[in-house]
Every structure is written in structure tokens, then in C-alpha cells.
Nanobody
Framework: VQLQASGGGLVQAGGSLRLSCAAS????????MGWFRQAPGKEREFVAA????????YYTDSVKGRFTISRDNEKNTMYLQMNSLKPEDTAVYSC????????????????????WGQGTLVTVSS
């Protein structure tokens, strides 16, 4: 079972990036997933979460209106569209997935997730 995050890079403030999280080894189409980030010298923080169908999403306040989480269950892939990026968005972004079906619930705590990707670095220059 593996989650592979990709799409990070260097972008100027105000720019956009789209992160992808591809799952392999099993299908995650019935499980909630999420994005987290960790900036240098800081603790990992929740960014966004999505339920199994994509019908329920939740964002941390600092990214609301700028980031959009989505998923394509046929491709076993989750996305994070990041617009209007700010220098404070600079971090390593990791994706995570639960291992059990949870209906319309989404989760903000890392402890609720079983599988984790290796992370992709997003750097936003001012």
C-alpha cells in the first residue's frame, strides 16, 4: 500500500500549484483522505480533508477560498488545487488515507489516518 504525493515546486506569491496523491496497492475509493503540511521548524498541521465520495470537504481557515480538495476514485487519486499562494504556505505537503469506510465524515487529526505519502515540497517566494 503506497501513497505518492507529487506536484510541488517553487512558485511566486499569488501563483498556483496542483498537488496529486496517487494511491496504489489497494483502492481507496471508499475511504476518507486528507492533506497535511509541515513547515520548517513547525509541527504538522491539517490542511484539507475529503470524504470517500468527494461530497464532503473541510479546510483549515487559512486556506479557505484559496485551496480546493478533490478526488477521482476511478483513478485512485486525490488532488489539492492551491491558488493565490502565500509565502506562509511554504511547507512539505503530505497526503493521508484512512483504512476504513466512514461515510460522510472527514478527519482533521493525523491519528485518524493509517496510510501516509512521503510528501512534496511547496515553496512560495515573496
Amino acid at each position: 500500500v503506497q501513497l505518492q504525493a507529487s506536484g510541488g515546486g517553487l512558485v511566486q506569491a499569488g501563483g498556483s500549484l496542483r498537488l496529486s496523491c496517487a494511491a496504489s496497492g489497494r483502492t481507496f475509493s471508499r475511504y476518507a483522505m486528507g492533506w497535511f503540511r509541515q513547515a520548517p521548524g513547525k509541527e504538522r498541521e491539517f490542511v484539507a480533508a475529503i470524504n470517500w465520495s468527494g461530497g464532503t470537504t473541510y479546510y483549515t481557515d487559512s486556506v479557505k477560498g484559496r485551496f480546493t480538495i478533490s478526488r477521482d476514485n476511478e483513478k485512485n487519486t486525490m488532488y489539492l488545487q492551491m491558488n493565490s499562494l502565500k509565502p506562509e504556505d511554504t511547507a512539505v505537503y503530505s497526503c493521508a488515507a484512512r483504512s476504513h469506510y466512514s461515510g460522510n465524515y472527514v478527519y482533521t487529526r493525523p491519528s485518524f489516518y493509517t496510510y501516509w505519502g512521503q510528501g512534496t515540497l511547496v515553496t512560495v517566494s515573496s
